[in-house]
């Protein structure tokens, strides 16, 4: 499953997509659990994840086939 990122976490792992091996479907708690430890640089980051362009909770399904991203918080002022 191929996953954007951005931002900080972009600059701690050195390219703007990661590729996370999964099923056809995973939770999106798993999905951040398979994520640390595959890219342990990224272990205490605080994200969200988004599927198909709108923000999901950690049960929600991701499937095959969307579109997934994690967002950094974004600080303003």
Known sequence: MEIKIFAGIKEKVGKDVIDIPV?????VADLKERIYIDYPELD?????VAVNEAF??????????DV???????SGG
């Open 23 to 27: 099923g056809d479907e995973i939770t």
């Open 56 to 65: 999901q909770t950690d049960d929600y399904t991701v499937k095959s086939g």
């Open 44 to 48: 205490g980051e605080v994200f969200q």
């Open 68 to 74: 997934v991203a994690l967002i950094p918080p974004v």
